[in-house]
Nanobody, 118 residues
Framework: QVQLVESGGGLVQAGASLRLSCAAS????????MAWYRQAPGKEREFVAA????????YYADSVKGRFTISRDNAKNTVYLQMIRLKLEDTAVYYC???????????WGQGTQVTVSS
């Protein structure tokens, strides 16, 4: 079992930066692929970024490539999502996820709201 708790969301203006954190419980954190997903109002949840268990092989959705950076600190059981040049369309609830595959997470956090205003 892994419990995930996101933090760092908030209200920012377009063009600003924000860093999300996801703290995981459990001793097997470093065996999981970690990912971020998001869900905007009225839309389906979509993949944002993922990172391998060792911190390598980051993978991004085209919509955030070049603006978002995913990283992890296995010593702290934490995964991060650094977001720069935020756009209005980045407004969503951001979820942290863990699993053996980024496309099929086994565990989800409760989400943190990111709102980008003009």
């Amino acid at each position: 079992q892994v419990q995930l708790v996101e933090s760092g969301g908030g209200l920012v203006q377009a063009g600003a930066s924000l860093r999300l954190s996801c703290a995981a419980s459990g001793r097997t954190f470093n065996s999981y692929v970690m990912a971020w997903y998001r869900q905007a109002p009225g839309k389906e949840r979509e993949f944002v970024a993922a990172i391998g268990w060792s911190g390598g092989s980051p993978y991004y959705a085209d919509s955030v490539k070049g603006r978002f950076t995913i990283s992890r600190d296995n010593a702290k059981n934490t995964v991060y999502l650094q977001m720069i040049r935020l756009k209005l369309e980045d407004t969503a609830v951001y979820y942290c996820a863990a699993g053996s595959r980024w496309s099929q997470p086994a565990y989800w956090g409760q989400g943190t709201q990111v709102t980008v205003s003009s």
